[in-house]
T-cell receptor
Framework: DSGVTQTPKHLITATGQRVTLRCSPR?????VYWYQQSLDQGLQFLIQ???????AKGNILERFSAQQFPDLHSELNLSSLELGDSALYFC??????????????FGNGTRLTVT | EDQVTQSPEALRLQEGESSSLNCSYT??????LFWYRQDPGKGPEFLFT???AGEEKEKERLKATLTKKESFLHITAPKPEDSATYLC???????????FGKGTHLIIQP
């Protein structure tokens, strides 16, 4: 058990809808990362927050947004959903700012299916 | 742009048959190379971090090595419980997010 909790485990929704994915990091970790994993693309970095502030952005679509709250949990909001957004979404946390001296610890993901 | 290529895509071994997985990378200023293990339906589990060419790390039947262009994950006398997808990732350039390869799906047959 990595200590990172993601909810829900599964989500099925229709095109055009909006969903929110939630992540609670390991106790004491200040950094939260969001990744998307699809069969053809592998794990793609979306965005990182450190202690409530956005720190780095990867291949995140404008339809997607995230935030980290004062209690350090994070939410990833996906809107105007398309079929191609179907994927596994992982949250990871670390106790550092960049993850190089302290590894990323991943949750078990949210499987999103857009129909 | 950072790039990571893993080979082979899939590998089937008999229990006890040692082998190596390859991770080739291109990065502007390597800040760390990471190996993760991912089981079906689970998130990646951290195995090793390597920072400079020549560095080696070991854990049970696994040993990771690093050169300036690639990393190898050597698996010695594997057991069926070593079956998983092994992911390689690099951190570098100006971004803080890791760039992952697509992984090697390893199956160890009893």
């Amino acid at each position: 058990d990595s200590g990172v909790t993601q909810t829900p485990k599964h989500l099925i929704t229709a095109t055009g809808q909006r969903v929110t994915l939630r992540c609670s990091p390991r106790s004491g970790d200040l950094s939260v990362y969001w990744y998307q994993q699809s069969l053809d693309q592998g794990l793609q970095f979306l965005i990182q927050y450190y202690n409530g502030e956005e720190r780095a952005k990867g291949n995140i679509l404008e339809r997607f947004s995230a935030q980290q709250f004062p209690d350090l949990h994070s939410e990833l909001n996906l809107s105007s959903l398309e079929l191609g957004d179907s994927a596994l979404y992982f949250c990871a946390s670390s106790d550092g700012t960049g993850g190089y001296n302290s590894p990323l610890h991943f949750g078990n993901g949210t499987r999103l299916t857009v129909t | 742009e950072d790039q990571v290529t893993q080979s082979p895509e899939a590998l089937r071994l008999q229990e006890g048959e040692s082998s190596s997985l390859n991770c080739s990378y291109t990065v502007s200023g390597l800040r760390g190379l990471f190996w993760y293990r991912q089981d079906p339906g689970k998130g990646p589990e951290f195995l090793f971090t390597l920072y400079s060419a020549g560095e080696e790390k070991e854990k049970e039947r696994l040993k990771a090595t690093l050169t300036k262009k690639e990393s190898f994950l050597h698996i010695t006398a594997p057991k069926p419980e070593d079956s998983a997808t092994y992911l390689c990732a690099v951190g570098g350039g100006g971004a803080d997010g890791l760039t992952f390869g697509k992984g090697t799906h390893l199956i160890i047959q009893p």
